[in-house]
T-cell receptor, first 110, second 113 residues
Framework: DAKTTQPNSMESNEEEPVHLPCNHS???????IHWYRQLPSQGPEYVIH???SNVNNRMASLAIAEDRKSSTLILHRATLRDAAVYYC???????????FGKGTSLLVTP | SQTIHQWPATLVQPVGSPLSLECTVE??????LYWYRQAAGRGLQLLFY??????ISSEVPQNLSASRPQDRQFILSSKKLLLSDSGFYLC????????????FGPGTRLLVL
């Protein structure tokens, strides 16, 4: 299965934008890029996903590189409630994601 | 709207004892169902997934098993727990098909002593 690489941790100040990177150099043409986040002691929560074009929703934006080998999750204004582990995973169009990896632990400071 | 339930929320079991964790989904039909485990300090590992009643696929060989006796019910079981079975167990569902968003339950925290 195609793998992703994310930094172990990142830190941001409250009210500032956050850019969370993800590398997926072995992505295949039919893999969707999904982002989830997990707050402490809770199950993961869907954030956003895309295939080729950049995507926006009420939670975040997803910027996908032209060659699709990397993507960036953008939180426009970080809040304390955004402190979580963020997972970038590749979801085959005709299969199942296997592992979420360790993700990026985002610390937001006031 | 759809909801997913898991119980119990926490469980402490001795080594060698049996296990049964239940997951039910409401508000949708024919979902794909998944069991994940998250060991302390690690990412989520897919254990089983199911595309229909009685259809179970295992991703990791181990002493756990899964069953789907009804369309919206998914059960994770073990005949004899090991210390290494401790972790946070999460059930999830998605609309039938690949590449779909998964919706996770609240999880069961299992401690095997």
């Amino acid at each position: 299965d195609a793998k992703t690489t994310q930094p172990n941790s990142m830190e941001s100040n409250e009210e500032e934008p956050v850019h969370l990177p993800c590398n997926h150099s072995t992505i295949s043409g039919t893999d969707y890029i999904h982002w989830y986040r997990q707050l402490p002691s809770q199950g993961p929560e869907y954030v956003i996903h895309g295939l080729t074009s950049n995507v926006n929703n009420r939670m975040a934006s997803l910027a996908i590189a032209e060659d699709r080998k990397s993507s960036t999750l953008i939180l426009h204004r970080a809040t304390l409630r955004d402190a979580a582990v963020y997972y970038c995973i590749l979801w085959p169009n005709s299969g199942y994601a296997l592992n979420f990896g360790k993700g990026t632990s985002l610390l937001v400071t006031p | 709207s759809q909801t997913i339930h898991q119980w119990p929320a926490t469980l402490v079991q001795p080594v060698g004892s049996p296990l049964s964790l239940e997951c039910t989904v409401e508000g949708t039909s024919n979902p794909n169902l998944y069991w994940y485990r998250q060991a302390a300090g690690r990412g989520l590992q897919l254990l089983f997934y199911s595309v229909g009643i009685g259809q179970i696929s295992s991703e990791v060989p181990q002493n756990l098993s899964a069953s789907r006796p009804q369309d919206r019910q998914f059960i994770l079981s073990s005949k004899k727990l090991l210390l290494s079975d401790s972790g946070f167990y999460l059930c999830a569902w998605s609309v039938r098909g690949g590449g779909e968003t998964q919706y996770f339950g609240p999880g069961t925290r299992l401690l095997v002593l």
